[in-house]
């Protein structure tokens, strides 16, 4: 059996837990798997990285700060590959270059465009472990690319994906993938199965546990994923198409989003195409958006417009908009980054009235006021002030699962 297996930064953040990790990959060879292992940058090494670069220029080039964040995830791999020598393993390390990680050419988020598999291909085929580095890849120029935070996730699907890996497991410091943050919530509980849409939604949502890009990918090439402790032996979460869950929870989980802004602007003139205005200056910047609301403004002849983005494009929303203030018409553009987004997945609501009301009535009981809604068919999510995002999941935990 081939097994891609990948283990996140807290799993090999110190010499301790890279020999337990290694005793996880070795246990696997020993086995007779043939077993590729991704592997992320020790612990907090990328955000130490980012804080170095910032030391030396607050605004380097894309190219050079993946350049430097490139270089977290290969100590992984090297320092992984001396452990398993030391146990007398057969093990190579190999960069995302050195295996033909080919992506486009956005530093800092890059897509991947294709796998070679010729390089791992031949390590397997002469009986070696292979250690691959995560989150990264090289672009046209044989430049070194990120793929965005939390990128080694998509790495491992990508290589399973390319070697029609029999296995695709996901080592991380929780159990698998609960109905909130196991660190926040202490009621919440492990599901056994989720379908990769209810993945989707909860990791786009802010539920860190997978990237959003690995479960599309998953999704798309039909990788059945594991996510599973690397320090607790437990069965894990299973990602896949259909989950037995689906018809009996109406709600899969709860995910909050904390690095959301508001981005408001005022008094634009009440006239046809005005919106369309104000979100084309957005979307021509490159910028998603999410969460529509445009309400009169104080006088008749003008509307507020506000909408949510990532709080990394809040700036660059807010500078579009205002280099096109005279085109569009409005008074002045302000953004609110105290705000924070909870989401409520899942498949089952569709066929279930009255979730949204239960969703609204938990967070009158703590007295939280609601900014914005958005809803669709398996996710209501609500703006709430950044203070009370803790106690608004807490809040819709009770009131779904701990009743
Ligand atoms: P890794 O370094 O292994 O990639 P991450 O820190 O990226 O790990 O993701 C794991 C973390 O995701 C957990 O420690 C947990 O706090 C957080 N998390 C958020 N939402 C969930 C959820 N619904 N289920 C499990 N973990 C979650
Ligand atoms: N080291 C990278 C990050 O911290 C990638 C990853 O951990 O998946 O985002
Ligand atoms: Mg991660």
Excluded at 369 to 377: A, R
């Amino acid at each position: 059996m081939l097994i891609v297996q990948k283990f996140g930064g807290s799993s090999v953040a110190n010499p301790e837990r890279i020999r337990n990790v290694a005793g996880i990959i070795a246990e696997s060879f020993l086995y007779g798997h043939e077993v590729v292992v991704v592997l992320s940058a020790q612990g907090d090494t990328t955000d130490e990285l980012l804080d170095k670069a910032a030391e030396i220029n607050p605004n380097p080039s894309k190219r050079e700060l993946d350049m430097l964040l490139a270089t977290g995830e290969q100590q992984s791999i090297a320092l992984m590959a001396m452990c398993l020598e030391g146990m007398g393993l057969p093990v190579v390390s190999l960069t995302g270059w050195q295996v033909g990680i080919r992506t486009d050419a956005a530093y800092g988020a890059a897509r991947i465009r294709r796998v070679d598999t010729e390089r791992l291909r031949r390590e397997l085929d002469k009986k070696r472990i292979v250690l691959v580095a995560g989150f990264q890849g090289v672009n046209k120029f044989d430049d070194y690319t990120t793929l965005g935070r939390g990128g080694s996730d998509t790495t491992a699907v990508a290589l399973a994906a390319a070697l029609h890996a029999d296995r695709c497991q996901i080592f991380t410091d929780v159990e698998g993938v609960y109905t909130a943050d196991p660190r926040k919530v202490p009621g919440a509980r492990k599901l056994e199965e989720i379908t990769y849409d209810e993945m989707l939604e909860l990791a786009s949502m802010g539920a860190q546990v997978l990237m959003n890009r690995s479960v599309q990918l998953a999704k798309r090439y039909g990788v059945e994923l594991e996510v599973l402790s690397s320090l607790v032996r437990a069965p894990g979460t299973k990602v896949k198409e259909v989950s037995k869950n689906m018809e009996e929870m109406k709600i899969t989980g709860i995910a909050k989003d904390e690095k959301v802004a508001r981005v408001t602007v005022v008094k634009v003139a009440d006239r046809p195409g005005s919106a369309f205005r104000v979100l084309n200056a957005v979307s021509k910047a490159g910028i998603n958006v999410d969460m529509i609301i445009q309400a009169n403004g104080q006088d008749e002849s003008t509307n507020d417009i506000s909408f949510v983005v990532s709080q990394a494009d809040a700036e660059a929303a807010s500078r579009a908009l205002s280099e096109r203030q005279a085109a569009i018409g409005f008074d002045h553009v302000s953004v609110d980054t105290d705000i924070a987004k909870v989401s409520v997945v899942g498949a089952g609501m569709m066929s279930s009235v009255g979730i949204a009301s239960l969703v609204f009535e938990a967070l009158n009981d703590e007295h939280i006021n609601i900014q914005m809604i958005n809803t669709s068919e398996v996710k209501i999510s609500c703006v709430i002030d950044a203070a009370s995002a803790d106690r608004a999941v807490a809040a819709i935990h009770r009131k779904f699962f701990e009743t």
